[in-house]
């Protein structure tokens, strides 16, 4: 059985920074945790990496949402001082949207048996992506370890663990 854990956007502006909130603070050590785990059990981990440019705020995202963050290079843009060795150890996405076509690629081709995803945000970065997984993967079980994930309230963090249940993906 081949298996991968999915590390979405663990970075400083989504956990302390421009974006941060307490309930992000809150599932670092538990994702911590889990990614020390996961190397013990031989796991394929993989980590994506919100990216955007100095010219942010004139994206669809940026006038959407106008909060510079991730910026490629900043301190806000890099992994928690907490991941940040076992990140580099390991591939990293770079995305610049919510969702990584690159990650759902490498799951295809990889044929992972199962995945799991954690990190930041569940109701927008982590469904993004597991939703591409799912139309990549449709036979592969997914899941979501929801004790290592936090949305950016936490109603819309519940409403997104709601919504993926109902695609068939395994919260937990």
């Given amino acids: 059985m081949k298996r991968l854990l999915v590390v979405v956007d663990m970075q400083n502006d989504f956990v302390d920074g421009a974006l941060g909130t307490s309930e992000a603070v809150a599932i670092v050590p538990a994702v911590v945790e889990k990614v020390a785990a ?14 955007h440019g100095e010219d942010y705020l004139d994206t669809k995202e940026g006038k959407m949402l106008p909060v510079p963050h991730c910026v490629c290079g900043t301190e806000g843009w890099q992994m928690i001082p907490q991941l940040e060795a076992y990140a ?19 799951a295809k081709e990889q044929c992972f048996d199962t995945i799991e995803v954690i990190g930041l945000c569940t109701d927008i ?5 597991v939703m591409l997984l799912k ?15 936090a949305g950016v ?15 068939q993906i395994i919260c937990h």
């Fill in 38 to 51: 996961a190397i013990c059990e031989n796991v394929y981990i993989v980590f994506t990496r919100d990216t």
């Fill in 88 to 106: 580099k150890e390991r591939k990293i996405f770079d995305k610049p949207t919510f969702g990584s076509l690159d990650l759902m690629a490498y």
């Fill in 135 to 149: 139309a990549a993967l449709p036979e592969a079980e997914i899941t979501v370890d929801s004790r290592c994930c």
């Fill in 125 to 129: 970065c982590v469904i993004s992506n």
């Fill in 153 to 167: 309230t936490p109603e819309s963090h519940e409403n997104a663990l709601a919504a993926m249940k109902m695609c």
